[in-house]
């Protein structure tokens, strides 16, 4: 079944940059429209692969994890970075950093827990804010509430 | 030569300028290490600071620098899976396996004991070559470039250990989000779903980040800290001198990729982020288990180091003979001769000897003192990584992974960029497609499009502008190696089975005979 969904997902890639497909010159489509036609092609045979030969799952079973899990970890992660034009580096790197932190605690977090992820927290990410603004010059995102 | 050559190593035993190497190797390791932070960027914010400098000691600065910053990029690479410039990109396929092995401190001696011969190679090139492998390069026209980059993707057959169909998948898809942006040659805006921000294409390090990093911190934090586990403990730990004893018992691939690197760093435009993995695949290519690379295998990680830093003295071969910049980087540095006066050419090094020898013996003092800075502060940082809880970790690599991705534009947009990718490549994980392959076709993309449309363009005059890709001697070369590279892991495949299969019956009758 990992073949067919994988072979798809290529697939429907190809058709969202195929209907993008707008060139002004001679040559701006050559090398993007034979990769896009390769591409399919390929994703077509991922797809047949799947059909005729059934015993191959297609599925990298590797470090597999559950859905719940997943969908927690994808959470967070989009959280933290939608959030950044708003939060800033600073805060919202310490809010989401003690977030995490907290998350990946097994037993039930107790004040003393959050009050030593939040200190790691300000510790991690000041250090980083510190060294990059102050030292290497580089700005980041500040917050804008 | 010999007479500049000789007060070129005069001036660099002077103690100031042991120090100047000293500070730049360290500096250039330290922002080296840091995801998006590249040893370009470095070497740039670095210019205006020799500018109250003399020549002499402001380019060793710059050069010592650049050799650290190309070398520290292994560092993360190796532990937190984030390759800090895209020189490591390969470092990163073993590296980050080593370390999940409980065997950091081993990937991090083979990168430093790569990146010294291939830093020392380099530069006895740059120093005995220079001027015949400079007018070589200067023979590779667009067609060469284009089949060059061909050469590159042919090592998506040794990357994708599970499915060729599945690797190849993943080249093409790298292949076409390079071709996001304004095209290369012709200048059309493509595929960028009317966002303006497209317009310069996908970058490279958010793109690294997200394809490399960010599936490893939805994985820890996925698992939380019942189940992730960054590191197998159960390792036995070598001595140090037994692992620099075992790297340097690799002379071949040490070598090898050395060469490798120092050949591409000639080639105006390739660089770093080609030569590790040309050096990696070769290293796979002829290795006797080559079923071991991409799972911790030592060798990966020395062929991708010696290489990277085999490209620092390869580059300035055609910089400094020809003025044509050999990597990012080395362009910089030829701004600043430049600056002070001083022309490339031939005649460079007759007029201002001593000044070119003390800067191109500085690239080897400073590949030496990788050795002992890298030994202690590499180990140093691998024993702090290691310490730290994984609830810890993860966020920490976040928080890195973020600063990466945007320090290059100073853009939230790369940022969501990397994200987006980060997730895409953790879902392709999961029908086998890896990121490995996908990086590939993007680090390749541009150079095979640039050699294929500019080829075309410039042999339009002729009844069949392809043929100019099949009919130069150069070019023939090229496809000769392309064909071998692409074909070799199947006869290797084939091989092993064929061995396995004749060893089969020997090891039945050997058990019947001792029943």
Same mark, same amino acid.
């Given at each position: 079944?990992?073949?067919?969904?994988?072979?798809?997902?290529?697939?429907?890639?190809?058709?969202?940059?195929?209907?993008?497909?707008?060139?002004?010159?001679?040559?701006?489509?050559?090398?993007?429209?034979?990769?896009?036609?390769?591409?399919?092609?390929?994703?077509?045979?991922?797809?047949?692969?799947?059909?005729?030969?059934?015993?191959?799952?297609?599925?990298?079973?590797?470090?597999?994890?559950?859905?719940?899990?997943?969908?927690?970890?994808?959470?967070?992660?989009?959280?933290?970075?939608?959030?950044?034009?708003?939060?800033?580096?600073?805060?919202?790197?310490?809010?989401?950093?003690?977030?995490?932190?907290?998350?990946?605690?097994?037993?039930?977090?107790?004040?003393?827990?959050?009050?030593?992820?939040?200190?790691?927290?300000?510790?991690?990410?000041?250090?980083?804010?510190?060294?990059?603004?102050?030292?290497?010059?580089?700005?980041?995102?500040?917050?804008?509430? | 030569?010999?007479?500049?050559? %000789?007060?070129?190593?005069? $001036?660099? =035993? @002077?103690?100031?300028? /042991? +120090?100047?190497? &000293? *500070? #730049?190797?360290?500096? !250039?390791?330290?922002?080296?290490?840091?995801?998006?932070?590249?040893?370009?960027?470095?070497?740039?914010?670095?210019?205006?600071?020799?500018?109250?400098?003399?020549?002499?000691?402001?380019?060793?600065?710059?050069?010592?620098?650049?050799?650290?910053?190309?070398?520290?990029?292994?560092?993360?690479?190796?532990?937190?899976?984030?390759?800090?410039?895209?020189?490591?990109?390969?470092?990163?396929?073993?590296?980050?396996?080593?370390?999940?092995?409980?065997?950091?401190?081993?990937?991090?001696?083979?990168?430093?004991?790569?990146?010294?011969?291939?830093?020392?190679?380099?530069?006895?090139?740059?120093?005995?070559?220079?001027?015949?492998?400079?007018?070589?390069?200067?023979?590779?026209?667009?067609?060469?470039?284009?089949?060059?980059?061909?050469? %590159?993707?042919?090592?998506? $057959?040794? =990357? @994708?250990?599970?499915? /060729? +169909?599945?690797? &190849? *998948? #993943?080249?093409?898809? !790298?292949?076409?989000?390079?071709?996001?942006?304004?095209?290369?040659?012709?200048?059309?805006?493509?595929?960028?779903?009317?966002?303006?921000?497209?317009?310069?294409?996908?970058?490279?390090?958010?793109?690294?980040?997200?394809?490399?990093?960010?599936?490893?911190?939805?994985?820890?934090?996925?698992?939380?800290?019942?189940?992730?586990?960054?590191?197998?403990?159960?390792?036995?730990?070598?001595?140090?001198?037994?692992?620099?004893?075992?790297?340097?018992?690799?002379?071949?691939?040490?070598?090898?990729?050395?060469?490798?690197?120092?050949?591409?760093?000639?080639?105006?435009?390739?660089?770093?982020?080609?030569?590790?993995?040309?050096?990696?695949?070769?290293?796979?290519?002829?290795?006797?288990?080559?079923?071991?690379?991409?799972?911790?295998?030592?060798?990966?990680?020395? $062929?991708?180091?010696?290489?990277?830093?085999?490209?620092?003295?390869?580059?300035?071969?055609?910089?400094?003979?020809?003025?044509?910049?050999?990597?990012?980087?080395?362009?910089?540095?030829?701004?600043?001769?430049?600056?002070?006066?001083?022309?490339?050419?031939?005649?460079?090094?007759?007029?201002?000897?001593?000044?070119?020898?003390?800067?191109?013996?500085?690239?080897?003092?400073?590949?030496?003192?990788?050795?002992?800075?890298?030994?202690?502060?590499?180990?140093?940082?691998?024993?702090?990584?290691?310490?730290?809880?994984?609830?810890?970790?993860?966020?920490?690599?976040?928080?890195?992974?973020?600063?990466?991705?945007?320090?290059?534009?100073?853009?939230?947009?790369?940022?969501?960029?990397?994200?987006?990718?980060?997730?895409?490549?953790?879902?392709?994980?999961?029908?086998?497609?890896?990121?490995?392959?996908?990086?590939?076709?993007?680090?390749?993309?541009?150079?095979?499009?640039?050699?294929?449309?500019?080829?075309?363009?410039?042999?339009?005059?002729?009844?069949?502008?392809?043929?100019?890709?099949?009919?130069?001697?150069?070019?023939?070369?090229?496809?000769?190696?392309?064909?071998?590279?692409?074909?070799?892991?199947?006869?290797?495949?084939?091989?092993?089975?064929?061995?396995?299969?004749?060893?089969?019956?020997?090891?039945?009758?050997?058990?019947?005979?001792?029943?």
């Amino acid at each position: 079944m990992g073949n067919i969904i994988g072979g798809f997902v290529v697939l429907i890639f190809c058709f969202i940059f195929w209907i993008q497909r707008d060139y002004t010159s001679d040559y701006g489509g050559l090398f993007p429209d034979v990769v896009m036609v390769v591409l399919a092609a390929l994703s077509v045979m991922l797809i047949a692969r799947g059909v005729l030969w059934r015993h191959e799952s297609g599925w990298d079973t590797t470090g597999r994890l559950n859905y719940r899990d997943l969908g927690r970890a994808l959470i967070l992660l989009i959280a933290w970075v939608i959030s950044l034009p708003v939060l800033g580096y600073l805060v919202g790197g310490i809010l989401f950093f003690t977030l995490v932190a907290v998350m990946m605690r097994t037993e039930r977090p107790t004040l003393k827990n959050l009050a030593l992820d939040l200190g790691v927290a300000v510790a991690v990410v000041g250090v980083f804010y510190l060294g990059f603004t102050q030292v290497l010059y580089v700005t980041l995102p500040e917050v804008s509430l | 030569m010999f007479e500049a050559l %000789g007060q070129g190593l005069l $001036a660099n =035993l @002077a103690p100031s300028m /042991l +120090l100047l190497v &000293l *500070i #730049g190797t360290f500096a !250039g390791m330290a922002l080296g290490a840091m995801p998006g932070l590249s040893a370009t960027m470095g070497v740039a914010l670095l210019v205006p600071f020799t500018f109250a400098m003399d020549p002499t000691p402001g380019l060793v600065l710059l050069g010592a620098f650049y050799m650290g910053a190309i070398y520290g990029g292994s560092f993360t690479a190796i532990l937190v899976n984030a390759p800090g410039t895209p020189s490591s990109i390969a470092t990163a396929l073993d590296g980050y396996p080593l370390t999940r092995q409980g065997r950091s401190e081993y990937a991090i001696v083979g990168a430093t004991m790569g990146s010294f011969v291939g830093g020392i190679i380099g530069v006895v090139a740059l120093i005995f070559l220079a001027p015949p492998l400079a007018s070589f390069s200067l023979r590779f026209g667009p067609q060469e470039y284009f089949w060059v980059a061909m050469f %590159g993707l042919t090592i998506i $057959a040794s =990357l @994708a250990s599970g499915s /060729l +169909l599945k690797g &190849l *998948i #993943g080249g093409l898809i !790298g292949l076409l989000i390079a071709t996001i942006g304004i095209a290369p040659v012709g200048g059309d805006v493509r595929f960028t779903f009317g966002d303006p921000m497209l317009q310069g294409g996908v970058p490279l390090v958010p793109a690294l980040i997200g394809l490399f990093t960010v599936p490893e911190v939805i994985r820890l934090i996925a698992l939380r800290t019942r189940d992730a586990q960054m590191v197998d403990d159960s390792q036995k730990k070598a001595s140090l001198f037994g692992m620099v004893k075992d790297i340097l018992g690799r002379p071949v691939n040490l070598l090898r990729s050395s060469l490798i690197g120092t050949a591409v760093g000639i080639l105006p435009g390739a660089g770093g982020s080609v030569a590790n993995l040309v050096a990696y695949n070769e290293a796979k290519r002829a290795s006797k288990h080559p079923e071991t690379f991409g799972k911790g295998e030592i060798d990966g990680v020395i $062929a991708s180091e010696s290489a990277n830093n085999g490209t620092v003295g390869g580059g300035f071969i055609p910089t400094l003979t020809l003025g044509v910049p050999g990597t990012p980087p080395d362009a910089i540095i030829l701004g600043v001769l430049l600056l002070h006066g001083l022309r490339p050419g031939a005649e460079l090094f007759e007029t201002s000897g001593s000044l070119v020898y003390t800067f191109i013996l500085a690239l080897a003092v400073s590949a030496v003192m990788m050795v002992p800075v890298g030994l202690i502060a590499g180990r140093g940082l691998q024993r702090g990584v290691m310490a730290l809880p994984v609830r810890y970790l993860a966020p920490s690599i976040t928080v890195l992974s973020i600063i990466g991705a945007y320090a290059i534009r100073s853009s939230v947009f790369d940022v969501f960029i990397m994200l987006a990718l980060g997730i895409v490549a953790y879902l392709l994980q999961r029908v086998g497609i890896g990121g490995a392959a996908i990086v590939l076709g993007l680090v390749l993309g541009s150079i095979a499009e640039t050699g294929l449309v500019q080829g075309i363009l410039t042999s339009s005059g002729a009844d069949m502008p392809w043929s100019t890709f099949f009919t130069r001697p150069i070019s023939l070369i090229l496809i000769a190696m392309c064909l071998i590279s692409a074909v070799w892991p199947m006869v290797q495949k084939r091989r092993a089975r064929r061995n396995l299969t004749e060893a089969a019956p020997a090891v039945a009758a050997d058990r019947a005979e001792n029943d």
